[in-house]
């Protein structure tokens, strides 16, 4: 029997994940760092990256679990980061559900069977078990396999809202007019749509936490199209019954982008940690939410065009909103951008490693 309780080094070593500096933060505990990740960590801004995807397509890379999981990891590795997301997109579980998806070069995701009136809503099949993603599930456990032990691993999937907005668009949109107007129009048809997006991806991400993932991250990318009284009344109910399907003992990463006006409304449809975009002063949002959430964020991925100087002062500042509370996952408010210079993105890491330690 040990004396006294183990040092904390002691446990570093004996649970390298459980108490690495993410899963601190996601649970709200002090970290020796601020840990950061960064959406998008692994794309086309990375030569690595584009060196793969110079041989294959982006679906096929995506259903590659040799080649997701080298992507994985090799963007973890170069960039120093303290998580690894999985390599795959939000639209993979429109295939298996009956939709027929196409990365259009130059263009980005099309659907070519939209779901344009109430009918439509019953060819969508809900996922009746995880494996027809079978692949993404393997790329989880080869990814674990090959991550450092103390490296945490995101899942993901999309939001209900926005993989809704796809199905209905067939693609991306600027208003999201076709999909906001079923939903006002078509509201049970709607509201049995989102049901099957929601009954699926709990799924889903169930399977991607039983073959290895640490956290998963809900992508609500477009909600922040919505004011408050059409979240509540749209979305809100859905978000809900995905997080109590989700495994508890996994937390829950909620993103979206233009959610100032959205941020309560999220925060009680369930999630252990709440993504801020760079719109909101991070101190205020957090203060909105209250304590008993975590945040991630919320530089804008535009500041890492600009030098060095300017990205450490706008990093700086992130951290000193956080103010050292426990709980705070540096992160940019949206994905890294395809022509951001790699150098930039791990001096980024290293500022805010070396900057936090001293906030701490
Ligand atoms: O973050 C990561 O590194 C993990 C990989 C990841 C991708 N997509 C790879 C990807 C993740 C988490 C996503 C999520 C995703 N996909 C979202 C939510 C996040 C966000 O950006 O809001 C959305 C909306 C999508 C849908 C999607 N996939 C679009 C609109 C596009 C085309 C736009 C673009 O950036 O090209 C994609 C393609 C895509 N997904 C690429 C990557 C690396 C680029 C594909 C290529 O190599 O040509």
């Given at each position: 029997m040990p004396e006294s309780a183990p040092s904390q080094e002691h446990t570093r070593v004996l649970y390298p994940l459980w108490n690495s500096p993410f899963l601190k933060a996601c649970r709200r505990e002090r970290a020796e760092v601020t840990p950061i990740w960064l959406m998008?960590?692994?794309?086309?801004?990375m030569a690595e990256y584009r060196a793969i995807r110079s041989k294959v397509s982006f679906l096929e890379l995506c259903k590659r679990p040799d080649l997701a999981a080298e992507v994985t990891v090799t963007a973890a590795d170069v960039l120093g980061v303290d998580a690894a997301i999985l390599f795959?997109?939000?639209?993979?579980?429109?295939e298996p559900m009956g939709f027929d998806l196409e990365f259009a070069k130059g263009e980005g995701p099309i659907i070519h069977?939209?779901?344009?009136?109430?009918?439509?809503?019953?060819?969508?099949?809900?996922?009746?078990?995880?494996?027809?993603?079978n692949f993404v599930y393997e790329a989880v456990r080869s990814i674990r396999a090959a991550l450092k032990p103390a490296t945490p691993l995101i899942g993901f999937a999309g939001a209900p809202f926005t993989l809704a907005c796809y199905a209905i668009e067939g693609g991306g949109s600027r208003h999201y007019e076709t999909a906001k107007a079923f939903m006002y129009r078509d509201t049970g048809a709607w509201n049995a749509l989102m049901t099957r997006f929601v009954d699926s991806t709990a799924l889903y991400l169930n399977a991607q936490i039983a073959a290895g993932a640490q956290v998963v991250q809900i992508f609500?990318?477009?909600?922040?199209?919505?004011?408050p009284e059409d979240y509540r009344r749209f979305v809100q109910p859905h978000m809900a019954r995905l997080f109590a399907e989700l495994d508890p003992a996994v937390p829950a990463i909620q993103f979206g982008t233009d959610t100032g006006s959205l941020l309560e409304l999220q925060r009680d449809a369930g999630g252990s940690v709440i993504g801020l975009d760079w719109r909101v002063d991070l101190a205020r949002s957090w203060k909105r939410l209250g304590s008993q959430v975590a945040v991630q964020g919320n530089l804008?991925?535009?500041?890492?065009?600009?030098?060095l100087p300017e990205i450490e002062r706008q990093a700086r500042r992130i951290l000193e909103q956080a103010?050292?509370?426990?709980g705070h996952i540096f992160n940019l408010g949206h994905g890294i951008l395809p022509q951001t210079p790699v150098d930039h993105v791990r001096a980024l890491v290293d500022m805010v490693h070396n900057l936090s330690q001293s906030t701490h």
């Open positions: 998008r960590q692994a794309g086309r801004y795959a997109d939000i639209l993979l579980i429109l069977n939209p779901v344009r009136e109430a009918g439509h809503v019953d060819r969508v099949r809900p996922l009746q078990d995880p494996f027809p993603l609500d990318s477009w909600v922040g199209t919505l004011g804008d991925p535009v500041v890492l065009f600009a030098d103010g050292g509370r426990p």
